[in-house]
Each structure stands twice: as structure tokens, then as C-alpha cells.
């Protein structure tokens, strides 16, 4: 099974700020690395596929990049609509989900 | 345009049984995988099962292996889990989800089911 862990749990930032999310595999997941979205009351929302691509309709503040074991989520600028638990999700054996990142406002 | 409309959940005692329904409307059934992800309270989102296109295959997270059942009927764009001898560690939202495609993330989701087990 491939374990996926995210870091940190907690991200506290301003709105405008720049931030940085992990998502390390214990094994290789090559690109098929997902990255969503969940804010309170609302469905996970796909942002990233197969590591780097923008989902439709989203954001271009939204960047993954990585591949093989380690992986980034980056959101340039923070709007206040952006904080939310971020997941990260594995499809190369699977369909398992980190823990999450929470990105909170400081 | 997409829609999964769930139905079912809601409070049953420990070794009760439940089934949700997801309706699927907006998009061509029978020709993408589903699956269901729960969230348990306080906690993150969690795969429980999946169904291949034609429900020939199926899998599960090994905490419900044995007591949950995934299926689909093509012919009524809809999915179901039928969830058995439910325990309090069962308790969670549940969502059914559309893959994007073959071995593709999640790209719709439905509104969510409440399952409470509790005595």
C-alpha cells in the first residue's frame, strides 16, 4: 500500500501570501498525483492531475510540480477563498488520500 | 451538466445495515469508474471503495471489506453501496465520486450522505 504524508498539518498565512504544501509517497506514484480542495460546506473540489495539470476552471495561482516520491502543491497569492484543507491523492495503485493540510488564516 | 444525487444514510445501531444510492445524471454512466470516499468527523478524506465501468471489479478499503458491497446498474445511472454489520467507527459523511477517466483523480462528487452509527 502506498502511504501518502502531508506537511505540514497546519499552514497559518495572510491573505497575498505565498503558500508551499507536501506530499511525500512511500513509493513511487510516477505523476499520478492529485491535488483537491475542501473548504468547510462545500465538496472536495479537483484543483491538480497528474501532478501538474490545472484542473478546468481553476486558477492559475494554483501550481503542482513534482514527480516519483515528492510532490508540491503552491498557491502564489493567497485569496481568501483558498483557505481550506488541501488533499493530496495517489492513482498509481489505489486511490488513497494523505491526511490533509489545513491552510488557515494567521 | 453533472449531477450525482445521493440519497439513503442516516442513524442506524452498530450491526445494523444501510444502503446508499448515488444517481447519475449529465455525463454517459456506464462509461466511467466510480467510487465511494467517506469523512469521518473531525477527520480527512478517506477511499472506502471503487467499481470499474461495467461493475465486473470492485475494491475496498480493508476496514469494510466483508461487510460493504459496491455496485452499479447501468441501465438506472446510478450506484450503490450496501453497507452491513456497521459499527461506530462507520460513522462519517459519505460521497460518491465520478473518475475523470481510466486510473483518473475524482473530478465530480456528490452532495454527501450522513451515516451515524450509534446506539
Known amino acids: 500500500e502506498i502511504v501518502l504524508t502531508q506537511s505540514p498539518a497546519t499552514l497559518s498565512l495572510s491573505p497575498g501570501e505565498r503558500a508551499t504544501l507536501s506530499c511525500r509517497a512511500s513509493?513511487?506514484?510516477?505523476?499520478?498525483l492529485a491535488w483537491y480542495q475542501h473548504r468547510p460546506g462545500h465538496l472536495p473540489r479537483l484543483l491538480i492531475f497528474?501532478?501538474?495539470n490545472r484542473a478546468p476552471g481553476i486558477p492559475a495561482r494554483f501550481r503542482g510540480s513534482g514527480s516519483g516520491t515528492d510532490f508540491t502543491l503552491t498557491i502564489s497569492s493567497l485569496e481568501p477563498e483558498d483557505f481550506a484543507v488541501y488533499y493530496c491523492q495517489q492513482r498509481a495503485t489505489g486511490w488513497n488520500f494523505g491526511q490533509g493540510t489545513k491552510v488557515e488564516v494567521k | 451538466e453533472v449531477h450525482l444525487m445521493q440519497t439513503g444514510g442516516g442513524l442506524v445501531q452498530p450491526g445494523g445495515s444501510l444502503r446508499l444510492s448515488c444517481g447519475a445524471s449529465?455525463?454517459?454512466?456506464?462509461?466511467?469508474?466510480m467510487a465511494w470516499v467517506r469523512q469521518a468527523p473531525g477527520q480527512g478524506l478517506e477511499w472506502v471503495s471503487a467499481i470499474t465501468t461495467s461493475g465486473d471489479y470492485t475494491w475496498y478499503i480493508d476496514s469494510v471489506k466483508g461487510r460493504f458491497t459496491i455496485s452499479r446498474d447501468n441501465s438506472k445511472n446510478t450506484l450503490y453501496l450496501q453497507m452491513n454489520s456497521l459499527r461506530v467507527e462507520d460513522t462519517a459523511i459519505y460521497y460518491c465520486?465520478?473518475?475523470?477517466?481510466?486510473?483518473?483523480?475524482?473530478?465530480?462528487w456528490g452532495q454527501g450522505t450522513l451515516v451515524t452509527v450509534s446506539s
Open positions: 465520486a465520478k473518475e475523470g477517466g481510466y486510473a483518473r483523480p475524482f473530478d465530480y
Open positions: 449529465g455525463f454517459t454512466f456506464s462509461t466511467y469508474g
Open positions: 513509493q513511487s506514484v510516477s505523476s499520478n
Open positions: 497528474d501532478a501538474s
